[in-house]
C-alpha cells in the first residue's frame, strides 16, 4: 500500500498550518482559563444600613447554593430585608424578613450542599435552615467567628453550606454583630434599629 506524498507543499504551508494550531491551542487555554476565573469571581455588593459588604462566593465548590443565592439577588429579593438575628461572638443572619419582620417569600428549599473544604470560619457566610437539612431557601448568616460546630466535620452534625466569604467589609459586620438586640415574639436577638439591606446586586 503507498502513501500520497504532501512533498509538493510549500514549507510556507506547513509554517502557517503550525502557527494556526497553534492560535487555536492558545484560545482553547485561554478560553478554559476565562470559564475557570468566571467560576470563581462571583461578587456580591451588600449595602447596608451600617456600610457595604462585599462577598466572594465559590460556585466551584457550591454551585447550587451560590445559584440559589445568585437567583435571589437578581429577582430583588434581599432589597429591604433585614438582618434579624445578631449574635455577637457567633453570627448575623438576614435575608428572609422585612424591618416589620414580614417575612419575603420564597422558592422551594434547596438539598444541603457542604464541602470539607469549606468550613463555617469567621468571615464566611452560609446558608440558614431549619432542623432538616435540606429546607434552606433565601436566609443566610455570616460567621462572626469560628463556629465549627456548624460543619460537617463535627459529631452528629449535618452541617450548614457555606458558600463564600466576606471580600470586604468585614468592618461592618463587626459593627453589625455589636449592635443592640431585643426579643420581638417569636424572635429574639433581633437589632433594637433594624439593620436594613438596603440592596443587594452582583458585581464585575
Do not use: C
Not at 503507498?2 to 482553547?28: C, D, E, H, N, T
Not at 467560576?39 to 451600617?50: C, D, H, N, P, Y
Request: proline content about 7%; charged content about 20%.
Amino acid at each position: 500500500m503507498s502513501f500520497p506524498s504532501f512533498s509538493f507543499l510549500p514549507p510556507s504551508f506547513f509554517r502557517s498550518l503550525l502557527s494556526a494550531l497553534g492560535l487555536i491551542g492558545v484560545l482553547m487555554i485561554s478560553g478554559l482559563a476565562a470559564t475557570t476565573a468566571q467560576a470563581e469571581e462571583v461578587r456580591v455588593k451588600l449595602v447596608t444600613s451600617e456600610g457595604d459588604i462585599v462577598l466572594a462566593l465559590e460556585p466551584d465548590k457550591a454551585p447550587k447554593t451560590v445559584a440559589n443565592f445568585v437567583k435571589y439577588v437578581k429577582e430583588g429579593t434581599y432589597n429591604g430585608t433585614v438582618f434579624h438575628r445578631v449574635i455577637n461572638g457567633f453570627m448575623i443572619q438576614g435575608g428572609g424578613y422585612t424591618a416589620d419582620l414580614k417575612e419575603k417569600p420564597t422558592r422551594p428549599p434547596i438539598p444541603l450542599e457542604t464541602s470539607p473544604d469549606l468550613k463555617n470560619e469567621r468571615g464566611t457566610i452560609a446558608m440558614a435552615r431549619t432542623m432538616a437539612a435540606n429546607s434552606a431557601t433565601s436566609q443566610f448568616f455570616i460567621n462572626v467567628a469560628d463556629n465549627t460546630s456548624l460543619d460537617t466535620t463535627h459529631p452528629n452534625a449535618n452541617g450548614y453550606a457555606v458558600f463564600g466569604r466576606v471580600l470586604s467589609g468585614m468592618e461592618v459586620v463587626d459593627k453589625i454583630k455589636t449592635v443592640p438586640t431585643t426579643r420581638r415574639n417569636p424572635f429574639q436577638d433581633v437589632p433594637v434599629t433594624p439593620v436594613v439591606i438596603i440592596s443587594a446586586s452582583l458585581i464585575q
